[in-house]
């Protein structure tokens, strides 16, 4: 599968470096490949403005997005509870001959939450079990979202451009087959595009039984709590829009749009709002 980097690490000498190790190539004009690998800055990514694009993106299968050093501290995205922070001490590798242990001692950020998994026997995690690498999927056929620590752009992996395609094969094997389309039976999962708050509107519906935007406010208008303010809202579109995509009816959500919910990072919210009870 072709290696692909995002303009801004292209042109930045660690994707030049990752070029020549990997044989990348740079997105062209910042479309996003069929299928492959796109490798970018965290940092980068948790200030885009195509954040939701690249989620979206993933949600084919074959395709794999990995986030690379250096990371802002703070949350990576939105719909992830992955958050960025420094190491207090030099990193021990799981693995002595691994790639983790090359490049550890150069090692400056971790990564807590627990959102998706970590496989610590492909060298995702240090000796004390904490996590370097993370990834996560959308559904079982979806593409993968991975996060790295490890700076792949590291002059120490000069000679060793064959141990880095190794270890990153492993998210591709994880990232779903592409199936010939079935007219008759086709699912348009990969066709639903849906904005955060979208996902909002969806764990409202299923936290509070409401399928109508009045039903919503009536029920934000009985709770003595603020428990979501609608300023940055456009109820008519969000509830348009799921009901577009056949995930909202007049009795809530459908069967398809609670299989979304379920397998999307918001299902916890949702599963805790129904417990509280209604406002």
């Known amino acids: 599968m072709k290696i692909f980097l995002t303009s801004e690490l292209h042109a930045h000498r660690r994707g030049r470096f990752l070029a020549a190790l990997l044989d990348a190539e740079s997105s062209s004009d910042g479309n996003l490949p069929d299928t492959g690998y796109l490798l ?10 195509r954040a939701e694009a690249y989620l979206s993106w993933i949600k084919a299968p074959r395709r794999v997005m990995l986030t690379l050093p250096p990371y802002q501290e703070g949350p990576i995205n939105d719909a992830l509870n992955w958050r960025i922070g ?17 490049v550890q001692t150069e090692v400056i950020y971790r990564i807590d939450g627990n959102d998706g998994d970590s496989d610590m026997l492909c ?28 700076p792949l752009w590291s002059i120490s992996l000069i000679n060793s451009g064959a141990y880095v395609k190794q270890w990153l094969s492993w998210f591709m094997e994880q990232s779903g087959k592409v199936c010939a389309p079935d007219e008759n039976d086709r699912r348009d999962e990969d066709k639903i595009a849906l904005m955060p708050n979208d996902y909002t509107m969806m764990v409202c519906c299923y936290g509070w039984k409401v399928s ?17 303010s609608l300023t ?3 109820l008519p579109d969000n509830f348009g829009r ?10 809530g959500l459908t069967p398809r749009g609670l299989e979304i919910l379920k397998t999307s990072p918001y299902w916890g919210y949702a599963g805790q709002l129904r417990k509280m009870g209604m406002p």
């Open 212 to 228: 109508t935007e009045a039903e919503l406010k009536h029920k934000l208008d009985q709770s003595t709590i603020p428990i979501l």
């Open 232 to 234: 940055d809202f456009d």
């Open 242 to 251: 799921l009901r577009r995509f056949g995930l909202l009816n007049d009795t």
């Open 40 to 49: 970018m800055i965290g940092e980068h990514f948790q200030q885009s403005e």
């Open 123 to 150: 060298d995702h995690g240090w000796a004390d079990q904490t996590s370097h690498t993370r990834y996560w999927k959308v559904h079982a056929n979806s593409g993968v979202m991975a996060a790295t620590m490890l």
């Open 86 to 102: 420094y190491t207090r001490n030099v990193p021990v590798s799981l693995h002595p001959d691994s790639l983790s242990a090359m």
